[in-house]
């Protein structure tokens, strides 16, 4: 009985004082907390302009920060602002391919047999489309909103994910407990979402905090393009994407956001390995 809240503080333990965790872990609070808390405290907001004080560099004075960009608009504002962006289109997106992939991949390995291997011949044939080029003609096409890139960037990552978990459901549907409830009378749906999906959390959560960073890379890619969020909003990539036109009278423009988008990237990539090494169970003896 004990057994499970043992592995879980073994878990917690290992993920929490990993010293290859702790500075990421730590770097990214940061970054989310100047996310949501910095533009509330600086006494500049992300649009208002002042061509007086354009391209000034990062000082104390005014509060600038982070300097201001061609417009006189506060850079350090904007950069949490996008930041905060970047973020929530990011998560956002990764559970919607979480959700799709762990649906799709749980029923596919479990139903088995000819289900099964047209599901992931789909699965197959999707991976030939030039997925970032129908990203960026629905981009184009429709009208460019935070939802849209939500549903696009999410229908593009849910492929590997659906690969994982049905691989993982195959193992795991011969097991005694999915014999047991088979004979209970326990309807497939059930097994599938209430016995195998649950088993698959550690790798589900390891996966989407890969996932994330992959997100991000999009998101700041089409934003980088002109096609993500649009004025007044901004992203980490729209910002870079100014910073790159301004790069050689204002080179703070691109450093910054480039700057705070590598730290997001690493931190989510470090913790992805603390994560996975915490949940591996040949480590819970150690």
């Known amino acids: 009985m004990n057994a499970v809240p043992e592995a879980v503080a073994g878990a917690t333990h290992?993920?929490?004082?990993?010293?290859?965790?702790?500075?990421?872990?730590?770097?990214?609070?940061?970054?989310?907390?100047?996310?949501?808390?910095g533009p509330l405290l600086s006494p500049h907001d992300y649009f208002s302009m002042d061509l007086s004080g354009r391209l000034q560099a990062p000082a104390?004075?005014?509060?600038?920060?982070?300097g201001s960009d061609d417009l006189g608009r506060d850079l350090f504002v904007r950069t949490m602002s996008g930041a905060r962006v970047t973020l929530l289109v990011a998560v956002v997106a990764s559970v919607v391919s979480l959700g799709i992939g762990v649906t799709y991949g749980a029923i596919a390995g479990y139903?088995?047999?000819r289900i099964d291997v047209f599901m992931m011949r789909m699965v197959d044939a999707l991976y030939a489309l030039p997925f970032m080029f129908l990203v960026i003609l629905l981009m184009v096409a429709f009208e460019r909103n935070l939802l849209l890139i939500f549903v696009a960037i999410g229908a593009i990552n849910w492929l590997d994910m659906a690969r994982i978990v049905r691989g993982q459901t195959l193992a795991l549907k011969q097991r005694e407990f999915v014999a047991a409830a088979r004979l209970t009378g326990v309807p497939p749906a059930a097994i599938v979402f209430r016995h195998i999906v649950p088993n698959l959390l550690g790798v589900i959560v390891v996966y989407m905090t890969l996932t994330i960073p992959q997100a991000i890379l999009v998101e700041s890619f089409l934003s980088f393009l002109g096609l993500g969020v649009q004025e007044p909003q901004t992203s980490l990539g729209a910002l870079v994407n100014d910073g790159v036109a301004q790069m050689e009278r204002a080179p703070w423009m691109l450093l910054i956001p480039a700057t705070v988008l590598a730290l997001i990237l690493m931190s989510f990539n470090f913790l992805g390995d603390g994560l996975r090494d915490a949940l591996d169970p040949r480590l819970r003896g150690r």
């Open 14 to 37: 290992r993920f929490t004082f990993g010293t290859a965790v702790r500075v990421p872990a730590v770097i990214l609070l940061l970054v989310l907390a100047a996310a949501l808390l």
């Open 60 to 66: 104390l004075k005014d509060a600038r920060l982070f």
């Open 111 to 113: 139903a088995g047999g």
